[in-house]
């Protein structure tokens, strides 16, 4: 437990020391061989970063909104697949039981995530429901004192090596949470690779066979799954996801400045073309629009506004669509380099893409955007054209 809370700075600081020395030069190694090794993930336990957001009195960093946001970017930007272990273990799973679980819930497990002594998951998604999540069909029946789980989950990012798992089910039409733990018999673990992103995220399908999980472990209660615990969660991890798509962008902007910089075509540093030039001035301009997005949605998430969920849905949206943009500049500056393993930019390109698919599609931000927009300004222009 953390006895006195740390200066916000230092924490930053520690992170990109962090992010400088152990994960960005690793990276593309981690890619590669499509895992994260354990002494990484325990680095970050140790430095507290797995219990970022949560409150001291629970073994965490208690850090606000503004300040994780930061310390995602950080690690994001020299590492995806780091990261991505933020935006699961601690966004979806920690952030969600500090919001949703009951005392005896965080007493049992809340401090054990914040300090690392256990991975969490986030095991929503089935091979039929991925943005339609309500049509999960992971099924669970009352028996006593126990729940039992059937089912399977698929692409379940940190599965491979979470000791806890946020599980939903359903029975009828109610959705309910559940925490199940990894070595509880019934439960059996399939790892995946191949990914287009996030390689190093021991991603992997999750069976449920006859899976007793004990009442205590529902998470808010019966019925609550989707609407509330899910809701909350997905909340959380769009916010961090927003952050990432930041990270990436921005690391493809120095990537292909630096690039610029020194390589020379037709006699010339490739960096004084117009063109090249165009693509870095969009990027600069792009990458700070998105972070400040970010921030905007920070704040209102520590001012506990109603408008910081769809704000939120606004900085995740645009971050991971710019993301996708200045990756594909950032290859098209490096050329032939862009599209080789031996320079970032391939990588970054990758991992951008997958920005647009996780925590809603951006397709699903764009209604649920319209729709807001809808709202919000459809009076005001009532009158025109008329």
Not at 14 to 27: G, L, M, Q, V, W
Not at 109 to 130: H, K, P, V
Request: hydrophobic share 40%; net charge negative.
């Amino acid at each position: 437990m953390h006895e006195e809370k740390e200066d916000p700075s230092g924490v930053q600081q520690r992170a990109r020391h962090f992010a400088e020395t152990d994960i960005a030069k690793r990276a593309s190694e981690f890619d590669r061989k499509e895992h994260l090794p354990k002494d990484v993930i325990t680095k970050m336990a140790d430095a507290g970063f797995l219990g970022a957001a949560v409150p001291e009195k629970w073994g965490g960093l208690g850090l606000d909104p503004l300040e994780y946001g930061e310390l995602t970017e950080s690690i994001g930007k020299a590492c995806a697949s780091t990261r991505a272990l933020l935006t699961v273990h601690t966004s979806l799973v920690a952030e969600t039981l500090v919001e949703r679980a009951s005392n005896r819930l965080k007493e049992k497990y809340l401090t054990d995530l914040a300090l690392g002594r256990r991975i969490g998951c986030f095991a929503l998604s089935e091979a039929g429901a991925g943005s339609d999540a309500a049509s999960v069909t992971t099924v669970y029946r009352r028996e006593q004192d126990v729940f039992i789980l059937d089912g399977r989950k698929k692409w379940i990012s940190f599965a491979g090596v979470a000791d806890l798992f946020l599980v939903f089910a359903k029975e009828n039409d109610l959705t309910s949470a559940f925490l199940v733990e990894r070595n509880t018999p019934g439960v059996e673990i399939r790892p995946m690779s191949g990914m287009l992103g996030n390689r190093a995220a021991h991603m992997a399908e999750i069976s449920f066979t006859g899976v007793e999980v004990p009442v205590e472990n529902l998470v808010s209660g019966i019925g609550l799954g989707f609407g509330l615990v899910a809701n909350t969660a997905l909340h959380h991890g769009r916010y961090s996801i927003a952050w990432a798509g930041v990270a990436i962008a921005q690391a493809a902007l120095e990537t292909m400045c630096a690039y610029a910089a020194e390589r020379e075509q037709f006699g010339v540093k490739i960096g004084s073309q117009q063109l090249v030039q165009k693509m870095i001035a969009d990027a600069v301009t792009q990458v700070g629009a998105a972070r400040e997005l970010c921030r905007r949605a920070g704040r209102l998430r520590m001012e506990r506004s109603t408008d910081a969920v769809i704000e939120t849905n606004i900085a995740k949206y645009f971050s991971s669509t710019i993301a996708q943009q200045v990756t594909s500049d950032a290859v098209q500056v490096l050329g032939g380099n862009g599209c080789w393993d031996q320079y970032p930019a391939e990588r970054l390109f990758r991992e951008a893409k997958v920005l647009e698919i996780i925590e809603g599609t951006s397709q699903l931000q764009q209604l649920m955007i319209a729709d807001h927009g809808f709202k919000k300004f459809a009076g005001s222009g009532s009158g025109w054209g008329k």
